[in-house]
């Protein structure tokens, strides 16, 4: 079995991080003591690379109904700069996966699946997308990056220059960093 790489992975080495296989991606487990680590979450703040989280973009005239179709929550009270969590179910109602999905404009949708699942995500919501929408896998064109902690909010003001004091939980904002788009979401 292939074990993946995130794009910071040589960073995590460089740093010291004691790599372990997970989920089929080599992800740092810890730097230092995992004690010093869970204070530092506590009282300041921690980065954990979540690269390995799939990125399944539902785009095209009608890639709401396909959302909508998808999930157990209501996406129409979605709009862009606004996440929603939910459940992915099955027709005889089983749960595919749980999931973020992002509206990123009226006609596409950014949905987070957890790493395991990517490709059965992406297989199933193929499978009932008589929608005709466009359903594309991007998690290899995407890294993420989580920030928590009390001071996540400061952190993320200092080395982006921006003020997300005032996003609100399943909230977003569009950045461009470089030649790249990023999203910051809460």
């Given at each position: 079995m292939n074990v993946e790489k995130t794009p910071i992975y040589d960073e995590h080495v460089k740093n010291n991080g004691?790599?372990?296989d997970f989920a089929g991606w080599m992800l740092p487990v810890e730097y230092t003591k995992l004690i010093e680590e869970h204070n530092a979450v506590r009282n300041s703040s921690g980065i954990f690379d979540v690269s390995h989280m799939g990125e399944i973009l539902i785009s095209g005239e009608n890639a709401k109904a396909l959302v909508q179709y998808l999930l157990v929550n209501d996406i129409e009270k979605l709009y862009y700069g606004r996440a929603m969590y939910s459940p992915m179910c099955y027709q005889n109602g089983g749960i595919v996966d749980d999931l973020l999905v992002y509206m990123l404009d009226d006609d596409e949708y950014l949905l987070v699946v957890n790493a395991s699942n990517t490709d059965k995500d992406f297989a199933w919501i193929n499978s009932v997308n008589k929608f005709s929408a466009r359903v594309e896998n991007l998690s290899d064109k995407y890294?993420?990056?989580a920030v928590q902690g009390p001071q996540s909010v400061s952190v993320m003001e200092d080395v982006f220059d921006i003020n997300v004091?005032?996003?609100?939980?399943?909230?977003?904002?569009e950045l461009k960093l470089?030649?790249?788009?990023a999203i910051v979401s809460r």
């Open positions: 004691r790599m372990i890294f993420q990056i004091s005032d996003l609100k939980s399943f909230h977003f904002i470089g030649d790249c788009r």
